[in-house]
Every structure is written in C-alpha cells, then in structure tokens.
C-alpha cells in the first residue's frame, strides 16, 4: 500500500498550498481519507478527513475557514487546500486512508500512512 503526499513547500504568511494525496482504489475507495500534521517537539495533530465519497468532512478547530479538504474518487486521490497560511501551520503533513467510511480524528483509526510532505509558512 502506497500513499504518497505532494505540494508542500515553503510560503509566506498569508499564502496558500494546495496538498495532495495519491493512493489506490483499492486502497481507499470505500474509506474516508484524513490529513494530519506534525512539528517538531509536538504530537502529530489532526488537521482535516472527508468520508469515502466526499459527502462529509470535518475539521480541527484552528483550520475552519482556511483549510478544504477534498476527494477525487475517481483518482484515488485527496486534497488540502490551504489558505491564510500562517507560521504556526509549518509542520510535516501526512495524509492517511481510515479504517472506516465517515471520518474520524483519532489517528489510532487510521491504517495506512504517507511519507509527509513538509510545509513551512515564514512570517
């Protein structure tokens, strides 16, 4: 199983990226997809998961109204749009198939994992 993770980069406050997750339908066409971030010194955090067919979706607190998850079922694919950018959002990204359908925050429900992709956001 293979997921692997694109877009991050390095961007000013106040940008955006665009996160992307490729993986296999096999692999996800009947689970929801999540996104989750770490920096250093820190726990991986939760971030964003939409359910296996786009339909819902949720997100952490401190990315309401900036950051939009998205799928493409047909791609075995899913985004993270990532708008008003600011520096406490640098961190690694990982995205992640769950075990279920509708999204969940634990990563614990989460059973494959991409390689991360780094985002750094400079004030």
């Known amino acids: 199983v293979q997921l692997q993770a694109s877009g991050g980069g390095l961007v000013q406050a106040g940008g955006s990226l665009r996160l992307s997750c490729a993986t296999s339908?096999?692999?996800?066409?009947?689970?929801?997809m999540g996104w989750f971030r770490q920096s250093p010194g820190k726990e991986r955090e939760f971030v964003a998961a939409?359910?296996?067919?786009?339909?819902?979706?949720i997100y952490a607190d401190s990315v309401v109204g900036r950051f939009t998850i998205s799928r493409d079922y047909g791609k075995a694919a899913a985004y993270l749009q990532m708008n008003s950018l600011r520096p406490e959002d640098t961190a690694v990204y990982y995205c992640?198939?769950?075990?279920?359908?509708?999204?969940?925050?634990?990563?614990?429900?989460?059973?494959?994992w991409g390689q991360g992709t780094q985002v750094t956001v400079s004030s």
């Open positions: 939409v359910s296996w067919n786009g339909g819902s979706t």
């Open positions: 992640a198939v769950n075990r279920r359908a509708l999204p969940t925050r634990q990563s614990s429900e989460y059973s494959y």
């Open positions: 339908r096999r692999t996800s066409s009947n689970n929801a």
